[in-house]
T-cell receptor
Framework: RKEVEQDPGPFNVPEGATVAFNCTYSNSASQSFFWYRQDCRKEPKLLMSVYSSGNEDGRFTAQLNRASQYISLLIRDSKLSDSATYLCVVRYSGAGSYQLTFGKGTKLSVIP | DAGVIQSPRHEVTEMGQEVTLRCKPISGHNSLFWYRQTMMRGLELLIYFNNNVPIDDSGMPEDRFSAKMPNASFSTLKIQPSEPRDSAVYFC?????????FGSGTRLTVV
């Protein structure tokens, strides 16, 4: 079983729509959570961190449910420029080391 | 800052040839990561270094893959001999301890 699972999509939504992505992780020792954005043929870039209390950055809202090992990303008022692949990312530390584990991503296409 | 610099951007090579991918991390970042990305498997961690020392290489697929970090400003990932199934985008990322910055990647095609 993959450690971080996401619906691959694609999600095709009209401009202005609200869209939500979900992610589950299997390692209960996971400590930090992130959403990364990857544009076509580009490198992943950090979109936002995810905090236990939930957090918002403009049109983007991220939530974490540790009990269910579930993370979500909500995008309101979608723009054409939001079209990208969104990667759910989990970090855990142990034995003096840490690494990020990436989901395979959810592809979003915002349509005019 | 120029960010994480990878070279080459694209590499096409024949099966059996040696391939060397290069990475210059951001100055001051003490951790460096090599990832491979394919459609089927997504982003997979191959190996990571902390203060130039390999910490976890459990993701390296097999002995054909090797990585070195001779100093804080340079790392290489070598595949010898290369095989068509190695075709992927290879990303290098560096981190000061929290947050990753990725390079633009090397798109490798083995024919």
């Amino acid at each position: 079983r993959k450690e971080v699972e996401q619906d691959p999509g694609p999600f095709n939504v009209p401009e202005g729509a609200t869209v939500a992505f979900n992610c589950t992780y299997s390692n209960s020792a996971s400590q930090s959570f992130f959403w990364y954005r990857q544009d076509c043929r580009k490198e992943p870039k950090l979109l936002m961190s995810v905090y236990s209390s939930g957090n918002e950055d403009g049109r983007f809202t991220a939530q974490l449910n540790r009990a269910s090992q579930y993370i979500s990303l909500l995008i309101r008022d979608s723009k054409l420029s939001d079209s990208a692949t969104y990667l759910c990312v989990v970090r855990y530390s142990g034995a003096g080391s840490y690494q990020l584990t990436f989901g395979k991503g959810t592809k979003l296409s915002v349509i005019p | 800052d120029a960010g994480v610099i990878q070279s080459p951007r694209h590499e096409v090579t024949e099966m059996g040839q040696e391939v060397t991918l290069r990475c210059k991390p951001i100055s001051g970042h003490n951790s460096l990561f090599w990832y491979r990305q394919t459609m089927m498997r997504g982003l997979e961690l191959l190996i990571y270094f902390n203060n130039n020392v390999p910490i976890d290489d459990s993701g390296m697929p097999e002995d054909r893959f090797s990585a070195k970090m001779p100093n804080a400003s340079f790392s290489t990932l070598k595949i010898q001999p290369s095989e068509p199934r190695d075709s992927a985008v290879y990303f290098c990322a560096s981190s000061p301890g929290t947050g990753y910055t990725f390079g633009s990647g090397t798109r490798l095609t083995v024919v």
